[in-house]
C-alpha cells in the first residue's frame, strides 16, 4: 500500500492528511499527526470525502448537446470525442471574450478536485480567459 499525503480541498483551513492507495484505488484517510493545521484530526469530510473518485457515475466522457448531429441547445446529451467537445468550447469561449469581453466569465472551482486541478483552473481563467472572476465551492 502506498501512502501519499495531500492537502484536504474541502475547505481554506489547510488540513494535512495521507490517502491510503493499494492497486491505483484510494482506500482510505488519515490525519497527519502533528501537522500544525489540523495537529491529527479530520473532519468527516477529510476521512471520508475521497469515496466519490471510484464512483461508477462520474462522467469518463465529453457531452454535447446535439440535435440532428450537430450542437443545438434543444437537442439532447450524446457522447463525443475529446477533440469536437474542445473545438466547441474554444468557438463559444472566443465569441464570449470577442463580444462582451472577460469579464464576461466567472469560474466556481470544486473542492471534488484535486489542488493541482484547481491552480490550473484558476491559472487558466486569470492568464487565458483575463479574468480574475474565480471562486471555490469551500466559501459557499
Same mark, same amino acid.
Given at each position: 500500500?502506498?501512502?501519499?499525503?495531500?492537502?484536504?480541498?474541502?475547505c481554506?483551513?489547510?488540513?494535512?492528511?495521507?490517502?491510503?492507495?493499494e492497486?491505483?484505488?484510494?482506500?482510505?484517510?488519515?490525519?497527519?499527526? *502533528?501537522?500544525?493545521v489540523n495537529?491529527? &484530526?479530520?473532519?468527516?469530510?477529510?476521512?471520508?470525502?475521497? =469515496?466519490?473518485?471510484?464512483? +461508477?457515475a462520474r462522467?469518463? /466522457?465529453?457531452?454535447i448537446r /446535439?440535435?440532428d448531429g !450537430? %450542437?443545438?441547445?434543444?437537442?439532447v446529451? &450524446?457522447e +463525443?470525442?475529446?477533440? &469536437?467537445?474542445?473545438?466547441?468550447?474554444a468557438?463559444?469561449? *472566443?465569441? !464570449?471574450k /470577442? +463580444?462582451? $469581453?472577460?469579464d464576461?466569465?466567472?469560474?466556481? +472551482?470544486?473542492?471534488?478536485c484535486?489542488? &493541482? =486541478?484547481?491552480?490550473? %483552473?484558476q491559472?487558466? %481563467?486569470?492568464q487565458?480567459? $483575463?479574468?480574475? *472572476? !474565480?471562486?471555490?465551492?469551500?466559501?459557499?
Amino acid at each position: 500500500m502506498k501512502t501519499i499525503q495531500t492537502t484536504c480541498p474541502y475547505c481554506g483551513t489547510g488540513c494535512n492528511l495521507d490517502l491510503h492507495v493499494e492497486n491505483n484505488r484510494i482506500t482510505g484517510a488519515t490525519p497527519v499527526k *502533528n501537522h500544525p493545521v489540523n495537529d491529527g &484530526e479530520l473532519c468527516l469530510k477529510g476521512l471520508y470525502g475521497w =469515496e466519490f473518485v471510484h464512483s +461508477s457515475a462520474r462522467l469518463t /466522457k465529453p457531452l454535447i448537446r /446535439k440535435k440532428d448531429g !450537430v %450542437f443545438s441547445k434543444e437537442g439532447v446529451l &450524446e457522447e +463525443s470525442t475529446w477533440e &469536437e467537445a474542445l473545438d466547441l468550447m474554444a468557438e463559444k469561449i *472566443n465569441h !464570449v471574450k /470577442k +463580444s462582451y $469581453g472577460p469579464d464576461a466569465f466567472m469560474g466556481l +472551482s470544486s473542492a471534488r478536485c484535486t489542488n &493541482e =486541478e484547481n491552480y490550473i %483552473f484558476q491559472k487558466f %481563467f486569470r492568464q487565458v480567459l $483575463g479574468t480574475n *472572476n !474565480v471562486d471555490h465551492c469551500a466559501r459557499l
